[in-house]
């Protein structure tokens, strides 16, 4: 099938690739449930960690755009308050159930959408745990962004440890 509109690629992620997707506003938006959720993580971080999940065979879908991956898993357990604080400051989100993620209408390397998949979607897919996307992407390192008050004579300016990335 060759998908030309957007009612066509809603029809081809549906059919082909059985993902719960709609259109909204004139987009194909992936909702986020208590069967599927989704990590946005900065680039660097998010390709070592699909690195790793290929090894292990338990890599689900991922989605990139221009400093961000988006990789698509089940939501196994919300990650503990400490957790999600550590997490923001890493710059990784997990939007909650009831929001949306706009999906490409192309399979190409970019779409109007901006955005192209680095691991299509397949319809046998086996998505990794919420919880061991999380432990990974805390594993792979320590970029984190902090407020370096006593290392820089209390002026309150921030440190950046990351991989290029800055603040959002």
């Given amino acids: 099938m060759e998908a030309r ?18 259109e909204r506003g004139g987009f194909v938006m992936l909702p986020i449930t ?11 971080r998010a390709e070592k960690v699909f690195a790793i999940l290929r090894e292990q065979r338990v890599a689900g879908p991922v989605l990139a755009r221009q400093i961000r991956w988006s990789l698509l898993a089940e ?8 957790m999600a604080a550590e997490l923001s400051g890493l710059d990784i989100d997990i939007p909650g159930t009831g929001s949306a993620v706009m999906l490409p209408t ?7 959408e ?4 680095v691991r299509p979607p397949t319809r046998d897919d086996v998505l990794p745990p919420l919880s061991q996307l999380l432990r990974l992407a805390l594993e792979v390192g320590p ?15 921030l440190r950046y440890e990351r991989d290029g990335v800055g603040p959002r």
Avoid at 34 to 44: E, I, K, N, Q, S
Avoid at 75 to 82: F, I, K, L, V
Avoid at 106 to 112: A, E, I, K, P, Q
Wanted: hydrophobic share 30%.
């Fill in 5 to 22: 509109t957007v009612d066509d690629w809603v029809s081809c992620y549906q059919r082909e690739f059985g993902l719960p997707v709609r």
């Fill in 143 to 157: 970029q984190r962004v902090s407020t370096a008050l006593s290392e820089a004579s209390g002026n309150g300016k």
């Fill in 114 to 117: 901006g955005c192209h998949w």
């Fill in 75 to 82: 939501p196994d357990a919300r990650p503990a308050p400490e």
């Fill in 34 to 44: 208590d069967r599927l959720c989704v990590v946005h993580l900065p680039t660097a």
């Fill in 106 to 112: 192309s399979l190409g390397r970019w779409s109007r």
